[in-house]
């Protein structure tokens, strides 16, 4: 079946910070790749997707790197805010079947001024 | 409405007692989700609608735990005789569709129930 890993958290940093945020996956078939990000009080919401290997999905100057080889999309951000403070969750959907998402266990993310 | 909206936000109830927890997903969206998380753990698929059917009912935990969805719009998690270990935040999400792995969901702020 598939399944999702994530690096336990919190994740404290200092602002200005480097951030990495592991995720590896096991999938039956060649899936399509989320990172979603669940702000203190709100639902989650869709941060950044890549649906191919190689492909880097981005926003909010978060990066991902979808890598079929080592079947991982570590989430980055070079310069980390106080306002990035949140659980981020990875997440998978396999073609075929009901495409039902599977996600992992979600790390939180402190960021201190 | 414009986002997936949920209702309880917070339910306390008893032990043994029947709770209701409503989701109203994003209009024109057929394709709806349940999940539930656990303290410290991740999102947990219980159910989804394609349209008013559930074509996967694989996640539901036990007997007690009952979804509809009417009007391909609103949906209902019933969960019966609530146990303790049913305390829980329950999400619901929504997207256009399940006939492709691209897409992306939306979720409501969930519904937290507490079960004493």
């Known amino acids: 079946g598939n399944s999702v890993t994530q690096m336990e958290g919190p994740v404290t940093l200092s602002e200005e910070a480097f951030l990495t945020i592991n995720c590896t996956y096991t999938?039956?078939?060649?899936?399509?790749l989320f990172w979603y990000v669940q702000y203190p009080g709100e639902g989650l919401q869709l941060l950044l997707k890549?649906?191919?290997?190689?492909d880097k999905g981005s926003n909010k100057g978060f990066e991902a790197t979808y890598r079929k080889e080592t079947t991982s999309f570590h989430l980055e951000k070079g310069s980390v805010q106080v306002s990035d403070s949140a659980v981020y969750f990875c997440?998978?959907?396999?073609?075929?079947?009901?495409?039902?998402?599977?996600f992992g266990r979600g790390t939180s993310l402190i960021v201190h001024p | 409405g414009a986002g997936v909206s949920q209702s309880p936000s917070n339910k306390v109830t008893e032990k043994g007692k029947d709770v209701e927890l409503r989701c109203d997903p994003i209009?024109?969206?057929?394709?709806l989700y349940w999940y539930r998380q656990r303290l410290g753990q991740g999102l947990e698929f219980l159910i989804y609608?394609?349209?008013?059917?559930?074509?996967?009912k694989s996640g539901l935990p036990s007997d007690r735990f009952s979804a509809e969805r009417t009007g391909e719009s609103v949906s209902t998690l019933t969960i019966q005789r609530t146990q303790q270990e049913d305390s829980a935040v329950y999400l619901c999400a929504s997207s256009l569709g399940t006939t492709t792995n691209t897409g992306e969901l939306f979720f409501g702020e969930g519904s937290r129930l507490t079960v004493l």
């Open positions: 209009s024109g969206h057929t394709a």
């Open positions: 999938a039956t078939g060649y899936p399509s």
């Open positions: 890549a649906t191919k290997a190689d």
């Open positions: 997440a998978l959907r396999t073609p075929g079947g009901s495409y039902i998402p599977t």
């Open positions: 609608f394609q349209g008013n059917s559930a074509p996967d």
